[in-house]
């Protein structure tokens, strides 16, 4: 008997192995971290190195003390700035997904309804950011958007403006960088969509009396729901979190839960606490995550 | 193919009768897609009742010509008059004419009863009227049950009704119908080509039918107009289509023809005859044409109209025999495949009447006559 043989003796096939590969994947660097981090966020803080005390503990003489704190949460609720930072990071997360959808829709349309060739091309540059790193993007928007940088120099130099325009540490230039970041992230899904809409519907609606917007109205827009649905989580459920951006772009005064997090862990070396947030931040995006599943299974079914 | 059922609409046949005033005049149109023209100065007159098919092969300008009448494509030059006002720039929005699609486009986010109010909901009809007019054309159409389904929970033939529902629940003065039966098998295609003539009838609408399908043409059409590289090539009923092609195409392109190339022998007011040597004799035919003498012309006899015997029929003309070659037994009719001694191969249908028939076969020598009636001459 072969090797092959063997192992199938003991339940291990390819299409085993195959189907076990992501599972594997995300059991290694989903699940274990994740359950660190909720063994940390359960632990009291303390000044060692890791910044925690154990869980578990072995008294000796036959009992084992499991102390399970949940103080940390509750400091969540205590300190109005972790609620702030959280509904800061969704108002921020949520604007930011309506202006996506304010730039991005437009963008898809009008790739959908390009030229083949065209369309190729397009599509190209929707991707060609990802060629290079998010930080030194988001650098290049420092640069563009500084006291003295590109925007206001050509400004001024046209005469438009005499002092420089404050942009940058503003939420404005915070949602600049993010609505830029995060924007072929909603077109892709959108175009995916938009893309497969069979256009002689509109002129069906035009026959039957719409005249070009009502047939947009009544026709591809509650057609295109699943891709406008699928481009938002795609913008909103990383943005609750993102870090990046708000703190290199938005300034000292832009309260977000990412920046809470970093703070937490870094400067004030509370793990349990940062592990809390990172928790309830995760049981926060839960069901955005489930409703884009269940978007995306609806999509793949072909049902509308 | 007898004559067409579809001319029941019409009163009598205004297209005979220069008074009357056509319902959609189409004047002098032509549309060009760069270099390309897909419909070449096309004049066309269809009268209020009328069934009128564009047929033709696939890029011949007949969609192209059925969409300029819809609005959807503007034509290069020319004019399109619809009941007496000029529609030529008027987008689709705002004409009083309804298209059914060869896709049929039923709106996949509503349901059979939604898609068929949808236009009267655009032209914000009072909504007890919205419900009566789709509740009736539902019925109409044969889908009262099916109100509350959604497109794809459909069948082929009962999308292509809500499709119809859809572009006449509106009342429109023309419809288009853009190859309304393409989608559907053979038997529902027929069935649903009588339910069509007969939902004309009742409505009394004027329907023109763009369709590749010679057979549908025939049943469905008052007239028909032979397209062909944008052109209409001919256009008349469907008998005159028939027994009176005007050129090799349309003698072609409608039903088989065998068609046999030859030279103006004789030239009588009342009869001419032709020497063909693909044919390998001289065909007699009872009616004089127009055509210089000694000109090349061809004379086409539908299948149908040849006569196959064993033994020798009386006379010289319009007589030639051959071997069979192929045998197609169709149960109805069979047709035979005869070799000319010329080489020519002359396609025969000959009905089945008896079931017991003493069979002609492969190989066997006969003879093929024709009556001096058949032929059709044509110059061009």
């Known amino acids: 008997m072969n090797t092959a043989g063997h192992l199938r003796r003991f339940g291990v096939t390819g299409r085993g192995l195959v189907v076990a590969l992501p599972y594997l994947w995300l059991l290694l660097f989903f699940v274990v971290p994740f359950v660190i981090v909720l063994k940390i966020s359960f632990s009291d803080i303390d000044l060692a190195i890791p910044p925690y005390k154990p869980l578990i503990e072995w008294l000796g003489k036959n009992s084992l003390a499991i102390k399970v704190n949940f103080n940390n949460y509750a400091f969540l609720f205590t300190d109005r700035l972790y609620i702030n930072a959280f509904l800061n990071s969704i108002k921020v997360a949520f604007i930011s997904t309506v202006l996506c959808l304010l730039v991005g829709y437009p963008m898809a349309y009008g790739i959908a309804r390009a030229k083949p060739a065209t369309r190729n091309l397009l599509l190209l540059l929707v991707i060609l950011p990802f060629w290079t790193s998010l930080l030194l993007r988001v650098y290049a928007w420092i640069g563009l958007l500084k006291a003295n940088g590109v925007i206001n120099n050509v400004l001024s130099w046209l005469g438009v403006i005499h002092d420089p325009l404050t942009m940058l540490y503003t939420p404005f230039a915070m949602y600049v960088g993010i609505v830029y970041s995060y924007l072929p992230f909603f077109i892709l899904p959108l175009y995916a969509n938009l893309e497969k809409m069979d256009w002689q519907l509109l002129e069906a609606a035009e026959d039957l009396g719409c005249r070009p917007w009502q047939a947009f109205y009544k026709i591809t827009l509650p057609l295109s729901r699943n891709g406008i649905l699928a481009g938002s989580m795609l913008v909103f459920i990383p943005a609750v979190g993102e870090f990046v951006i708000p703190a290199l772009l938005g300034g000292p005064n832009a309260l977000m839960i990412g920046r809470v997090l970093w703070d937490e862990f870094f400067s004030n070396r509370a793990w349990p606490v940062a592990s809390a947030v990172a928790i309830l931040l995760l049981l926060l995006l839960v069901p955005f995550m489930m409703w884009y599943q269940s978007v995306q299974a609806r999509e793949s079914a072909g049902a509308r | 193919m007898t004559t067409s059922a579809g001319a029941a609409g019409v009163k009598a046949a205004p297209w005979k009768d220069p008074a009357a005033r056509p319902y959609v005049q189409v004047d002098h149109i032509t549309k060009s897609f760069g270099e390309f023209k897909a419909v070449d100065d096309v004049s066309l007159k269809i009268y209020q009742g009328e069934i009128f098919c564009l047929l033709g092969a696939s890029g011949c300008g007949k969609t192209t010509l059925l969409r300029m009448l819809g609005g959807f494509e503007t034509p290069t030059s020319g004019k399109i008059f619809i009941d007496g006002e000029d529609m030529t720039g008027v987008p689709p929005y705002e004409r009083p004419v309804n298209m059914m699609f060869q896709s049929y486009a039923l709106f996949p986010h509503m349901n059979v009863e939604q898609n068929v109010a949808f236009g009267l909901k655009q032209d914000r009809v009072p909504k007890p009227e919205i419900e009566e007019r789709v509740a009736t054309m539902l019925d109409l159409v044969k889908l009262g049950g099916f109100a509350k389904r959604k497109p794809h929970q459909l069948s082929g033939g009962q999308r292509q009704r809500v499709a119809l529902a859809r572009s006449l629940v509106k009342r429109p003065k023309l419809l288009l119908l ?50 062909d590289h944008g052109e209409i090539v001919q256009a008349g009923t469907p008998s005159e289509i028939y027994e009176f092609p005007s050129s090799k195409f349309v003698a072609d392109f409608v039903g088989s023809v065998n068609m046999f190339e030859g030279k103006l022998i004789e030239d009588e007011p009342e009869h001419v005859r032709i020497g063909s040597d693909e044919l390998g004799g001289t065909i007699y035919v009872s009616h004089g044409i127009s055509a210089p003498p000694e000109a090349i012309v061809w004379a086409a006899v539908r299948p149908e109209k040849i006569f196959m015997s064993t033994a020798p029929p009386g006379g010289t003309d319009n007589v030639v025999r051959g071997a069979v070659q192929d045998i197609a037994y169709l149960g109805d009719l069979s047709i035979y495949l005869v070799k000319l001694p010329t080489g020519k191969v002359v396609r025969v249908t000959q009905p089945n009447t008896s079931r017991h028939a003493e069979a002609i076969t492969w190989e066997q020598q006969v003879y093929l006559s024709w009556d001096a009636t058949s032929p059709v001459v044509v110059t061009r």
Do not use: Y
């Open chain 2, 178 to 227: 853009d190859e309304p039966l393409g989608a559907l098998d053979k038997k529902l295609r027929e069935h649903t080509q009588f339910e069509l003539i007969s939902l004309q009838d009742k409505l009394g609408v004027t329907f023109v039918v763009v369709t590749h399908d010679q057979e549908e043409a025939m049943t469905l059409a008052s007239r028909i107009g032979v397209m």
